[in-house]
C-alpha cells in the first residue's frame, strides 16, 4: 500500500490567485494522478503527472490553468492559477500501478475562492 | 468515452433496511473497485472485483460483478447510519492506466 500526504488539507483563496497543491508518496510509484472533485458531484480526472516530461491533461482541462510538476517517483504539484469561485472544489492526489492494482488516494485539498 | 453510470444518483432509507447501488459501463471493465466517500472526506477502498461472476463481501456489504465484466451492483445489509457517504465505483480505462469514477451515489440512512 502507498501512505499520501497531500498539503493543504483546506486553504481559502482571492480570486486571481493562483495555489500550489502538494502530493508526497511514501514510496516510488509509476503513476501519479490528480482529481477534482466540485461539490456534490463525483471525481473528475484532470492529468496524469508524469515523471520526467510534461503532464497528460483529459479533456476540458489544460496546463496554463492546471500546471502540474512531477520531478521525481515520489512527489508532485499541482498549481491552480487565476482562481476564480468556480474552481473551489476538492482537489485530489492519487497514485496507482495500473490494472488490477488499488488506486490509493490522498486526504484532499478544500479549496475555496472567495 | 468510457464512463460509469451509477444509479440511484441518492438513496435514503431507514436504519435496518437493505439497499442496492449499480454501476453500469458501456464498455467490458478490466477490473472494477468500490470506494465510500464520508462527507467532506477522502475516500475508503471497499473491494475490487476482477473475474466475471465474481463476488466478494465486507461486514455487511456485498458486492458482485456480472458474467461480462460490464456492470456490478453493491449490497447493503441491514444498513445503519454509519453506512451513510458517498459510494463511488471505478475502473481503470481499457486503454491506459488512468482511473476514473462512476458518478456516485449518495445514501442517507435515517436512524
Known amino acids: 500500500s502507498a501512505v499520501i500526504s497531500q498539503k493543504p488539507s483546506r486553504d481559502i483563496c482571492q480570486r486571481g490567485t493562483s495555489l500550489t497543491i502538494q502530493c508526497q508518496v511514501d514510496s516510488q510509484v509509476t503513476m501519479m494522478f490528480w482529481y477534482r472533485q466540485q461539490p456534490g458531484q463525483s471525481l473528475t480526472l484532470i492529468a496524469t503527472a508524469n515523471q520526467g516530461s510534461e503532464a497528460t491533461y483529459e479533456s476540458g482541462f489544460v496546463i496554463d490553468k492546471f500546471p502540474i510538476s512531477r520531478p521525481n517517483l515520489t512527489f508532485s504539484t499541482l498549481t491552480v492559477s487565476n482562481m476564480s469561485p468556480e474552481d473551489s472544489s476538492i482537489y485530489l492526489c492519487s497514485v496507482g500501478e495500473g490494472p488490477g492494482a488499488e488506486a490509493f488516494f490522498g486526504q484532499g485539498t478544500r479549496l475555496t475562492v472567495v | 468515452s468510457q464512463e460509469l453510470e451509477q444509479s440511484p444518483q441518492s438513496l435514503i432509507v431507514q436504519e435496518g433496511k437493505n439497499l442496492t447501488i449499480n454501476c453500469t459501463s458501456s464498455?467490458?471493465?478490466?477490473?472494477l473497485y468500490w470506494y465510500k466517500q464520508k462527507y467532506g472526506e477522502g475516500l475508503i477502498f471497499l473491494m475490487m472485483?476482477?473475474?466475471?461472476?465474481e463476488e466478494k463481501s465486507h461486514e455487511k456489504i456485498t458486492a458482485k460483478l456480472d458474467e461480462k465484466k460490464q456492470q456490478s451492483s453493491l449490497h447493503i445489509t441491514a444498513s445503519q447510519p454509519s453506512h451513510a457517504g458517498i459510494y463511488l465505483c471505478g475502473a481503470h480505462r481499457n486503454t491506459g492506466n488512468q482511473f476514473y469514477f462512476g458518478t456516485g451515489t449518495s445514501l442517507t440512512v435515517i436512524p
Open positions: 464498455k467490458t471493465l478490466y477490473g
Open positions: 472485483l476482477q473475474k466475471g461472476g
